[in-house]
């Protein structure tokens, strides 16, 4: 009975060695792998129940994820926004440069209506 016991610790403590070096340093919680590595190969059975219970990181479902595909387990994610591009002029050089005389011409029609209704509110002074 002792022998079976002792090839069942040494079988869980292959599976968890190799479980940790394969899993991806992402998935590993608490310590980083190689404290568990020490800590499996000093204390075969109880850590290798430690890195089933605590260390290693599960899916939902029980199967391994590829780190790319995992999802985080809390609340949905921001999705990441650029910020948005600043405009862009498609005109060309001669016809911004029409469109700014089209409005400086604007303005000063502007300033001379302006200025012709302050003449016919004024009275004209007497001679």
Not at 37 to 64: C, D
Not at 102 to 123: A, H, M, N
Request: glycine share 4%; no cysteine.
């Amino acid at each position: 009975m002792p022998f079976l016991f002792s090839l069942l610790v040494i079988a869980l403590m292959i599976g968890a060695l190799i479980d940790i070096i394969t899993r991806d340093d992402s998935q590993v919680r608490y310590v980083p792998k190689m404290v568990w590595l020490i800590i499996v190969i000093l204390l075969p059975l109880i850590g290798s129940i430690l890195w089933f219970a605590l260390g290693r990181e599960y899916s939902e479902a029980g199967i391994r994820i590829p780190r790319m595909q995992r999802q985080p387990r809390s609340g949905p994610t921001p999705s990441p926004q650029a910020p948005p591009a600043p405009p862009v002029d498609t005109r060309t050089t001669e016809q911004q440069i029409a469109d700014l005389d089209r409005e400086i011409e604007e303005w000063r029609l502007r300033q001379e209506i302006e200025k012709r209704k302050r003449e016919s509110q004024d009275p004209p002074p007497a001679a």
